[in-house]
Structure formats: structure tokens, C-alpha cells
């Protein structure tokens, strides 16, 4: 008998194990009369005859595992005509154990338990709406997409939360107007539950998720009884007072106060109208610039609102980058500006942007955007005296416009159009890309392609050319694959509307990798990757690189997370764009880089991150090493910090310096970069914050070499010393209070430095620069922003 009972154990959990797997667990929600009083405590009737969801199966570190009884999860659902109600137990044997640190709000992976809940109204295996809850009672809120979780997407809702002697509780109320579905009536939505516990660092699903498929979307359970329900009228207006005082280095001051509104209108149960009316992105994270040394422009992040929530649709294929739209200037007019001095010119002004976005009951998606933005100048002085104003950027409209059919939910189409038009005879161009992301049915393969065409107008001019990717992936198991192809005509561009480093490529890729999803002896986790790439231009048809590159991925069972990284140019690169001028060619010898990085266990109090990089190139005696080192400090569950430093050195790096005459000059160059980044967050409630980011980026480039490139693509030592030894500095500083005094509502109090120098003077070390830098007249910005969020739902109601 005793015998026996073990292995019987073993059987029923691999039996409920095998049934978790194939059939999805089904929740049968009861319409309430009475809703819920929101405030975490099950003393509502509404709970008393409420089905229970539990039986939580661990998602990692062990994955399958079914929850401990003295630590079950028990969750009750109910709904009415205008939302769904949650409440949730999450059982603890150590209530005084439960960790519960403070963070901003949509901040909710830090030292705390949460809990999650994701419904998806259309059961598609995409259209996730995510809603998590935190020990400290912080809300957090996200979308699912093609690219994983748009935690930039805010909605309303209500939440709270109480710890007891039994463990902890979290009740909300999840109005209609937070999700988007269709008036005709669906049997079953999708649905799934999440538990963390951070002091195990254990993570718990309702409805079981193989992590060994890769598809986490499509491993939902089912929500049924969700019957007789009308979707609201999704109309919410949130205007907005700014109020700016700059302070520039000159000692000027300069006011403004601005208006306007961000608008969202749900035009049926699926699709909504967003706008931004007379918008102000004045507050948004400071770009983290850089002395750029490449031939090649550097992509910086999203920052604007309305331009990173709900961007899904419009991010297919990889075709609109939204920085193009307002921001910087450019000379798109081609204006000379040789003659001119004492340059002014302000950023590019955005009048006014729409977005419609949304499925349809047939699991269309459909996306509309578009922006206009104002006519830009630059203003300075020519050689007689004369002041000029002069257009460089025309009076712009931007357009993107998307179709996606969802098939059998794990199959795709997509058909994306961009387009940019200009007043006058600017450039004009317009690119459209078809996208297809299939997977098997057994969602172990994957078969991903896009095709584009880019077609860009000039006066009389045009030019047209396409590109083209392809992969092959194994998607599912410890061991998988991905074989892909790649070509880029040497004429296509699509840089007006979306981002694209270069063209002219033709390339082949192979990976695999290999990993676990079972703790296995010191591993939690590891994974170890091998990948070669082989790349020619698209024209001619000529070599130019091949590298392998070998990297392991791995935590072990006390949380210590590692990496060693391996790559390798074997042989020589020609590289065809370094030289800035067309069919010239640079020859790289071989070199290799070794890199690795470690991170500790963020549930103590204090953790550290360091990294180390070591580049070897024999044939140019070129030598780089790179260290970063950041601590981590949890004061207490309110205070917060981290400071990082990342020292660089290299040796000899050889690339363009400039022209003499008509000769390409190359330079051999020692190169000092250092970057310090401290931030530091008091949380003084849930919905109260303060935060402080300064950062510190400079980067000295000294010659000891100049070089003539020569036909051939070698080059050869010449005497002159053309002086382009560089010395650059930014400076950054952000002090930011956050109140949300309201639902849906903000007030911001924002302070910031801001200061970039570059000149010639590389002698000094680089405490003497750092002391010099911050001592630097700089430009200070001193703002208020109130926004206050209008619901019609709650006018009417």
C-alpha cells in the first residue's frame, strides 16, 4: 500500500497535468444584481454564491506544478450591464512574509506579490486586455500585441487591496468602457489569471501555459456566460494646462502656456478615434544622446504618449517610426546653408495627429493614422550682414494606414501603406508592405514573411525599389531554429515614415539555440544560442561580412542571473558605406568580441548589474574595453535608487575622419567614453511619486593617425594632422513629481537641465571634464502640466 501511493500521487498529477495542457479550463461568470463596494474585503453577496476559480499551475521557475493548498489562489468573477467585478484571495501561511514595495502606477514588477488578470473579448490569441494589482495596491495596465505587451496602454479602473491574517486580497471593477468588443454575442472570451509571489520568485497561471511553446496568448482558458451586455459609448476628453519657464545659457528667460486636449471616442463596440489637439510633449524623457561615429543614423526611443500607446497595428512590418513625425528639423527643401551663420531653429512643430484602430467581429484589424505638421525655418546670417529666413522643412502631412486579418488565432496577414506628402515641390514617398506571420496548428513552426515597395517622388524624379524577408522557425521545445533571408534594394527608403539604418544588403541568417524549461541541476533557466550570418550587397552581387556569434543565457536556483557572449569575424569585412561617398570600399581585418554580464538577486536589498565587453582586432592593432557597473538599493519599501557608470577605453579604432580634396581620409583614434546614470524614486503613495534621472555622457576621440583610403579599399599612411580631435559632453537632469489626484488625472511638476558641448579640447582627465561640464551654463526648464480625465460614461450615468 505504501508503495503505492506515491507512484498513484504521480499519476494523478500527471494526468491533471496532460488535461491542464489539452483542454482549456472554462469559468462560468453569474450576472450580479448589486455590484461590489470596491475596498478588497469579500463581505458582498455577491461573493457568497460566486464559482470559484483555483487549482493555479506554476509557469516558472518549475513549470506545471500545481499550487500548494496553504498557498491556493481563489478567484470569484461577476458581472453586470456596465462591468466585471473581480475578487481574489491569494492564501498565505506567512501573511507578516508578503512583500509589498511601493511604485509609480504601470511599475509592477519590482519587490512586490501581484496579481493579473488578462481578458480577451474576441478569444483570438491576441487582443489581451491586462490588468494587474500589487501587494502595495499599485495599478498596472497593458495591452497584448504582435510585439508582447504594450504596457504604455491606460485605461480607468478600480482597485484595492487588504493583507490579513490569511493572506492577501484584491478586488476591482473593470468598467466596459476599458475593453473593446463586439456587440454581437461571442460564447466564450478568453481569460487567464496570474499569481507572483515574490519571495520565491514563483509565478502561477489559472489556466496552464507550457512554456515550452512559445505562443503564451494562445494558452487561455475561457470566460462564459458573458451574455446580454451592450457595449458603452466610449467618449473620454482629457484637456491639459502647461506652463513653461525656460532659462537659457545666455541668462534669457522665455514663458509660454499652452492648451489642449487629447480626445478618445469609441466610433462602434470595436474601433476607437484617438486625437491630440494643439499637442504639448514638453515633459517627455530626454533622449540618451550620443557622439555618433558611424555612417549611419541613431534610433532613439518613443517617448510621446500618443504615439506609443495603441501603436500595435501600425507597428507591422516595421515600417513607421514615429520619431519622423515633428521632433528634430531637417533640410528637406535641401537648402544651402554654407553661406550662413549664427544658425536658430526650433523643432518641428506637430499640429495635430488622429489614430483609428480596432477589429471587427471577423477578426479584421484596421488602422488609420495621421499627422500634419507646420512649416520649419532656419534663421542666421549670411556673409553680408543680412539676416534670412530661410525653409527647410515644408508644411508636411503623414499618413499610415494598415489591414490585418487574423486567421484561425495564430495566423496573419497584414497589408501596411505609408505615406508622406509635402507642400510644394518637396520630396514626396509613399511604401507598401504586405506581412505574413503563420504558425502551424500545433504552433510548433513558424513561417514569417514581408515584402515592401518603396516609391519616393522629387519634381520631375522617381525612383522605386522593394525588399524582402523571410524566416523559417522552429518555435516550440528545447531545441529550436530559425533560418532566415533577407535583401534590401540598393534603392529602397523608406526612412520618411519608418526607420531603416541602410540598404543595399542581401543576407542569410541561421540559429539555433537550445534551453529548458524544467529547474535542472544549478539552472532555473539557461539557454545557449549559436548563430552565423552571411551578408553580400543587393548590387552587385559582392561579399561583404560573415560573423558567428555564440552567446549562454542563464539563473540559477538562488536568482543569479549570468551571460557569456562569443563574436567572430573570421575573415575580412568590406565595408561599403564607412567611406560617406558611393562605391568606395573599406577592408576590416578580422576581430572578436568576448562580453558577459551579471545581475543579482533583486529581492534583496541591495543587487548589483555589471557587464564587461573585450574587442580584439589584430590587423589595426585595435583594442577596446568596456565595464559597467550598476548598484541597486531598496532603501525601504518607499525609497529607491540606482547609479550606474560604464567606463570605455579603445585603442586604435580606425574609421572615417573626413576629405582632403577628393580623398577619403581615415583616422586611427584612441577613444575615452564614460556615462554615469543616477535615478532615484520616492514613492509616497500609490498615486504620488518623486524621481530624479541625471545623466552624464562623454565621449573624447584623439588621433595619433591619419590615413588616405586607396582604391582598393586598404589604406595608406599620410603626414598631415588634420586636428579632428573631439571633445563631447551632454547633461541631463530630470526632477519629476507625479500626482494622480483624480482618476485618469495627473499633475506633473517637472524641472530639467539639459546641456550638449562639443569642442577640441582632449587633455583633460575626465574628472576635470565631468566637474568642468556640470559647471557649464546649461539650459533650465522649469513646467506644471495638469491633465483631468472627462468620462461621458460617468455624465450619464
Same mark, same amino acid.
Given at each position: 500500500?505504501?508503495?503505492?501511493?506515491?507512484? /498513484?500521487?504521480?499519476?494523478?498529477?500527471?494526468?491533471?497535468?496532460?488535461?491542464?495542457?489539452?483542454?482549456?479550463?472554462?469559468?462560468s461568470?453569474?450576472?450580479?444584481?448589486?455590484?461590489?463596494?470596491?475596498?478588497g474585503?469579500?463581505?458582498?453577496?455577491?461573493?457568497? %454564491?460566486?464559482?470559484?476559480?483555483?487549482?493555479?499551475?506554476?509557469?516558472?521557475?518549475?513549470?506545471?506544478?500545481?499550487?500548494?493548498?496553504?498557498?491556493?489562489?481563489?478567484?470569484?468573477?461577476?458581472?453586470?450591464? &456596465?462591468?466585471?467585478?473581480?475578487?481574489?484571495?491569494?492564501? @498565505?501561511?506567512?501573511?507578516?512574509?508578503? /512583500?509589498?514595495?511601493?511604485?509609480?502606477?504601470?511599475?509592477?514588477?519590482v519587490?512586490?506579490?501581484?496579481?493579473?488578470?488578462?481578458?480577451n #473579448?474576441?478569444? =483570438?490569441?491576441?487582443?489581451?486586455?491586462?490588468?494587474?494589482?500589487?501587494?502595495?495596491?499599485?495599478?498596472?495596465?497593458?495591452?497584448?500585441?504582435?510585439?508582447?505587451? %504594450?504596457?504604455?496602454?491606460?485605461?480607468?479602473?478600480?482597485?484595492?487591496?487588504?493583507?490579513?491574517?490569511?493572506?492577501?486580497?484584491?478586488?476591482?471593477?473593470?468598467?466596459?468602457?476599458?475593453?473593446r468588443?463586439?456587440?454581437?454575442?461571442?460564447?466564450?472570451?478568453?481569460?487567464?489569471?496570474?499569481?507572483?509571489?515574490?519571495?520565491?520568485?514563483?509565478?502561477?497561471?489559472?489556466?496552464?501555459?507550457?512554456?515550452?511553446?512559445?505562443?503564451?496568448?494562445?494558452?487561455?482558458?475561457?470566460?462564459?456566460?458573458?451574455?446580454?451586455?451592450?457595449?458603452?459609448?466610449?467618449?473620454?476628453?482629457?484637456p491639459?494646462?502647461?506652463?513653461?519657464?525656460?532659462?537659457?545659457?545666455?541668462?534669457?528667460?522665455?514663458?509660454?502656456?499652452?492648451?489642449?486636449?487629447?480626445?478618445?471616442?469609441?466610433?462602434?463596440?470595436?474601433?476607437?478615434?484617438?486625437?491630440?489637439?494643439?499637442?504639448?510633449?514638453?515633459?517627455?524623457?530626454?533622449?540618451?544622446?550620443?557622439l555618433?561615429l558611424?555612417?549611419? +543614423?541613431?534610433?532613439?526611443?518613443?517617448?510621446?504618449?500618443?504615439?506609443?500607446?495603441?501603436?500595435?497595428?501600425?507597428?507591422?512590418?516595421?515600417?513607421?517610426?514615429?520619431?519622423?513625425?515633428?521632433?528634430?528639423?531637417?533640410?528637406?527643401?535641401n537648402?544651402?546653408l554654407?553661406?550662413?551663420s549664427?544658425?536658430?531653429? %526650433?523643432?518641428?512643430r506637430?499640429?495635430?495627429?488622429?489614430?483609428?484602430?480596432?477589429?471587427?467581429?471577423?477578426?479584421?484589424?484596421?488602422g488609420?493614422?495621421?499627422?500634419?505638421?507646420?512649416?520649419?525655418?532656419? +534663421?542666421?546670417?549670411?556673409?553680408?550682414?543680412? +539676416?534670412?529666413?530661410?525653409?527647410?522643412?515644408?508644411?508636411?502631412?503623414?499618413?499610415?494606414?494598415?489591414?490585418?486579418?487574423?486567421i484561425?488565432?495564430?495566423?496573419?496577414?497584414?497589408?501596411?501603406?505609408?505615406?508622406?506628402?509635402?507642400?510644394?515641390?518637396?520630396?514626396?514617398?509613399?511604401?507598401?508592405?504586405?506581412?505574413?506571420?503563420?504558425?502551424?496548428?500545433?504552433?510548433?513552426?513558424?513561417?514569417?514573411?514581408?515584402?515592401?515597395?518603396?516609391?519616393?517622388?522629387?519634381? @520631375?524624379?522617381?525612383?522605386?525599389?522593394?525588399?524582402?524577408?523571410?524566416?523559417?522557425?522552429?518555435?516550440?521545445g528545447?531545441?529550436r531554429?530559425?533560418?532566415?533571408?533577407?535583401?534590401?534594394?540598393?534603392?529602397?527608403?523608406?526612412?520618411?515614415?519608418?526607420?531603416?539604418?541602410?540598404?543595399?544588403?542581401?543576407?542569410?541568417?541561421?540559429?539555433?539555440?537550445?534551453?529548458?524549461?524544467?529547474?535542472?541541476?544549478?539552472?532555473? !533557466?539557461?539557454?545557449?544560442?549559436?548563430?552565423?550570418?552571411?551578408?553580400?550587397l543587393?548590387?552587385? !552581387?559582392?561579399?561583404?561580412?560573415? =560573423?558567428?556569434?555564440?552567446?549562454?543565457?542563464?539563473?540559477?536556483?538562488?536568482?543569479?542571473?549570468?551571460?557569456?557572449?562569443?563574436?567572430?569575424?573570421?575573415?575580412?569585412?568590406?565595408?561599403?558605406?564607412?567611406?560617406?561617398?558611393? %562605391?568606395?570600399?573599406?577592408?576590416?581585418? #578580422?576581430?572578436?568580441?568576448?562580453?558577459?554580464?551579471?545581475?543579482?538577486?533583486?529581492?534583496r536589498?541591495?543587487?548589483? &548589474?555589471?557587464?564587461?565587453?573585450?574587442?580584439?582586432? #589584430?590587423?589595426?592593432?585595435?583594442?577596446?574595453?568596456?565595464?559597467?557597473?550598476?548598484?541597486?538599493?531598496?532603501?525601504?519599501?518607499?525609497?529607491?535608487?540606482?547609479?550606474?557608470?560604464?567606463?570605455?577605453?579603445?585603442?586604435?579604432?580606425?574609421?572615417?575622419?573626413?576629405?582632403?580634396?577628393?580623398?577619403?581620409?581615415?583616422?586611427?583614434?584612441?577613444?575615452?567614453?564614460?556615462?554615469?546614470?543616477?535615478?532615484?524614486?520616492?514613492?509616497?503613495?500609490?498615486?504620488?511619486?518623486?524621481?530624479?534621472?541625471? !545623466?552624464?555622457?562623454?565621449?573624447?576621440?584623439?588621433?595619433?593617425?591619419?590615413?588616405?583610403?586607396?582604391?582598393?579599399?586598404?589604406?595608406?599612411?599620410?603626414?598631415?594632422?588634420?586636428?579632428?580631435?573631439?571633445?563631447?559632453?551632454?547633461?541631463?537632469?530630470?526632477?519629476?513629481?507625479?500626482?494622480?489626484?483624480? #482618476?485618469?488625472?495627473?499633475?506633473?511638476?517637472?524641472?530639467r537641465?539639459?546641456?550638449? &558641448?562639443s569642442?577640441?579640447?582632449?587633455?583633460?582627465?575626465?574628472?576635470?571634464?565631468?566637474?568642468?561640464?556640470?559647471?557649464?551654463?546649461?539650459?533650465?526648464?522649469?513646467?506644471?502640466?495638469?491633465?483631468?480625465?472627462?468620462?461621458?460614461?460617468?455624465?450619464?450615468?
Amino acid at each position: 500500500m505504501t508503495t503505492r501511493t506515491p507512484l /498513484l500521487c504521480f499519476t494523478l498529477f500527471c494526468a491533471n497535468l496532460l488535461t491542464a495542457q489539452s483542454e482549456p479550463k472554462v469559468y462560468s461568470i453569474e450576472r450580479c444584481s448589486t455590484p461590489p463596494v470596491i475596498d478588497g474585503k469579500s463581505n458582498d453577496e455577491v461573493w457568497n %454564491d460566486a464559482a470559484i476559480a483555483t487549482n493555479f499551475f506554476m509557469l516558472e521557475p518549475e513549470n506545471g506544478t500545481p499550487e500548494r493548498n496553504e498557498r491556493r489562489t481563489e478567484v470569484q468573477l461577476a458581472f453586470d450591464d &456596465d462591468a466585471i467585478y473581480v475578487f481574489a484571495r491569494m492564501h @498565505d501561511e506567512s501573511p507578516e512574509q508578503i /512583500l509589498h514595495q511601493y511604485s509609480p502606477r504601470d511599475v509592477y514588477n519590482v519587490n512586490t506579490d501581484y496579481f493579473g488578470i488578462f481578458i480577451n #473579448p474576441f478569444n =483570438d490569441g491576441l487582443s489581451d486586455f491586462n490588468f494587474y494589482v500589487t501587494a502595495a495596491g499599485v495599478q498596472s495596465d497593458s495591452r497584448t500585441t504582435d510585439d508582447g505587451e %504594450d504596457i504604455s496602454w491606460n485605461t480607468v479602473w478600480k482597485s484595492e487591496v487588504s493583507i490579513d491574517s490569511l493572506g492577501w486580497t484584491v478586488e476591482m471593477e473593470i468598467p466596459y468602457q476599458c475593453l473593446r468588443f463586439s456587440e454581437k454575442a461571442v460564447k466564450d472570451w478568453g481569460l487567464n489569471m496570474m499569481r507572483y509571489t515574490r519571495r520565491n520568485r514563483q509565478n502561477y497561471t489559472w489556466n496552464f501555459i507550457d512554456r515550452s511553446v512559445a505562443t503564451y496568448e494562445l494558452q487561455t482558458g475561457l470566460l462564459r456566460g458573458m451574455e446580454n451586455i451592450k457595449p458603452p459609448v466610449r467618449l473620454s476628453l482629457m484637456p491639459y494646462f502647461s506652463a513653461y519657464e525656460n532659462v537659457y545659457p545666455s541668462g534669457d528667460h522665455a514663458e509660454s502656456v499652452n492648451f489642449g486636449a487629447d480626445l478618445k471616442y469609441g466610433i462602434n463596440e470595436s474601433f476607437t478615434l484617438d486625437a491630440t489637439l494643439i499637442p504639448d510633449f514638453g515633459q517627455v524623457a530626454f533622449d540618451k544622446q550620443v557622439l555618433n561615429l558611424g555612417p549611419f +543614423e541613431n534610433q532613439y526611443q518613443e517617448n510621446r504618449q500618443f504615439f506609443v500607446e495603441g501603436t500595435d497595428l501600425f507597428s507591422k512590418g516595421n515600417m513607421f517610426y514615429s520619431r519622423r513625425i515633428g521632433g528634430s528639423p531637417k533640410n528637406i527643401t535641401n537648402a544651402d546653408l554654407s553661406d550662413l551663420s549664427d544658425l536658430t531653429q %526650433d523643432y518641428t512643430r506637430l499640429l495635430n495627429a488622429t489614430k483609428i484602430s480596432g477589429r471587427t467581429s471577423g477578426n479584421t484589424g484596421i488602422g488609420f493614422l495621421n499627422a500634419i505638421t507646420d512649416n520649419n525655418y532656419i +534663421e542666421g546670417t549670411d556673409s553680408t550682414g543680412e +539676416e534670412l529666413r530661410i525653409l527647410t522643412e515644408p508644411l508636411t502631412n503623414y499618413n499610415v494606414f494598415v489591414i490585418d486579418q487574423r486567421i484561425n488565432r495564430n495566423r496573419s496577414v497584414s497589408l501596411v501603406n505609408t505615406n508622406v506628402m509635402r507642400n510644394g515641390a518637396a520630396r514626396d514617398a509613399n511604401v507598401t508592405g504586405f506581412i505574413a506571420n503563420l504558425n502551424n496548428n500545433s504552433n510548433s513552426y513558424k513561417l514569417y514573411g514581408e515584402g515592401k515597395y518603396a516609391h519616393i517622388a522629387q519634381g @520631375d524624379s522617381t525612383i522605386g525599389d522593394y525588399s524582402t524577408y523571410v524566416a523559417l522557425s522552429k518555435i516550440k521545445g528545447n531545441w529550436r531554429w530559425n533560418i532566415a533571408q533577407q535583401y534590401v534594394g540598393d534603392e529602397f527608403d523608406q526612412n520618411d515614415l519608418g526607420f531603416q539604418a541602410r540598404n543595399n544588403r542581401f543576407g542569410h541568417s541561421v540559429e539555433g539555440s537550445y534551453q529548458i524549461f524544467q529547474p535542472t541541476g544549478w539552472f532555473n !533557466r539557461y539557454r545557449i544560442t549559436a548563430i552565423a550570418t552571411h551578408y553580400m550587397l543587393a548590387n552587385p !552581387r559582392v561579399y561583404e561580412s560573415f =560573423d558567428v556569434e555564440g552567446h549562454f543565457f542563464g539563473i540559477t536556483k538562488r536568482f543569479f542571473a549570468f551571460g557569456l557572449d562569443f563574436e567572430s569575424s573570421p575573415v575580412d569585412k568590406i565595408d561599403y558605406f564607412e567611406a560617406r561617398v558611393p %562605391d568606395r570600399k573599406f577592408i576590416r581585418p #578580422p576581430g572578436y568580441t568576448h562580453s558577459g554580464w551579471i545581475s543579482t538577486d533583486y529581492r534583496r536589498p541591495f543587487a548589483i &548589474d555589471a557587464s564587461f565587453t573585450y574587442y580584439r582586432q #589584430p590587423g589595426f592593432d585595435n583594442e577596446m574595453y568596456s565595464f559597467n557597473i550598476e548598484p541597486i538599493v531598496r532603501v525601504n519599501d518607499k525609497l529607491n535608487f540606482s547609479y550606474e557608470i560604464t567606463p570605455s577605453f579603445e585603442s586604435n579604432n580606425t574609421g572615417w575622419s573626413g576629405f582632403m580634396g577628393d580623398s577619403v581620409i581615415i583616422g586611427a583614434r584612441g577613444i575615452w567614453t564614460a556615462q554615469q546614470n543616477l535615478k532615484l524614486n520616492y514613492i509616497f503613495t500609490p498615486k504620488m511619486s518623486l524621481s530624479l534621472n541625471f !545623466r552624464h555622457y562623454w565621449r573624447s576621440l584623439r588621433y595619433n593617425q591619419y590615413y588616405n583610403l586607396e582604391e582598393d579599399g586598404t589604406i595608406e599612411v599620410i603626414a598631415e594632422d588634420l586636428g579632428n580631435d573631439v571633445n563631447f559632453n551632454t547633461v541631463n537632469v530630470d526632477l519629476k513629481f507625479s500626482w494622480w489626484y483624480a #482618476p485618469g488625472s495627473e499633475l506633473v511638476l517637472l524641472y530639467r537641465s539639459s546641456l550638449i &558641448d562639443s569642442d577640441n579640447n582632449v587633455n583633460s582627465s575626465y574628472g576635470e571634464n565631468f566637474i568642468q561640464s556640470i559647471g557649464m551654463p546649461s539650459t533650465h526648464i522649469f513646467s506644471i502640466r495638469l491633465t483631468y480625465f472627462l468620462d461621458y460614461a460617468i455624465f450619464a450615468s
